[in-house]
């Protein structure tokens, strides 16, 4: 498992202090965080046994895809000239966030060395949805890192939205100020290639 405070997307370090640890049944609002945690642990599992990244990805993909609203996370990504992308491009670039999302995943979670996940049973309100912390403590006693997740229910259920930074600094904003600079009316093939490169990347640096 490689240092914690590198985890890119999704995973960011926090410091937000209260949580328990004390065991509680999910809520449903909850649900999704809980299911990327497991998936998580259980990647970490596989690469210590073996498992190559191809085969953390592939493990991975179902579980992003569940923990995941990547419709709202890349719409909200690319901001306000997503309404202008032709449908097979907003189509494209969902399965693009989905793939980078899994590929930065299957990367940084290689190896298993007793770490654990805690959900907090406080639960802030954030419009119709919800920020869940959670907290990721290393084994053999390193930092902990804690993580803010916006949740959101949709048609489908309840999916991860965002990660805050320190409870403030949105990543789906970040985002969509690295992304502004690729995307005209009507026109997102620059932030395509843009994301395909990166996972080819992530890719070939993980085999390496």
Known sequence: MKNFSSISLFCLTLAIPGFSTAAFAATPEAMPVETLDAGLIAAMKAGSA??????????????????????????????????????????????????????????????????QFTVSPTEKPLGQGYIILTKLTPGGGGDPVELDYAVKKSASGWGITDVLLNGTISQVALHESDFAALVTAGDASKLIAALKAKIAAIQSNTAS
């Open 50 to 115: 073996g498992a190559d990244f191809a085969a953390r990805a592939k493990a991975l993909t179902p579980v992003v895809a569940q923990s995941y609203d990547l419709a709202v996370v890349t719409q909200n990504s690319v901001g306000f000239l997503w309404a202008t992308l032709p449908a097979a491009q907003q189509q494209e670039l969902t399965t693009l966030i989905g793939a980078f999302t899994v590929a930065s995943y299957a990367s940084q979670f290689s190896s298993y060395d007793g770490a």
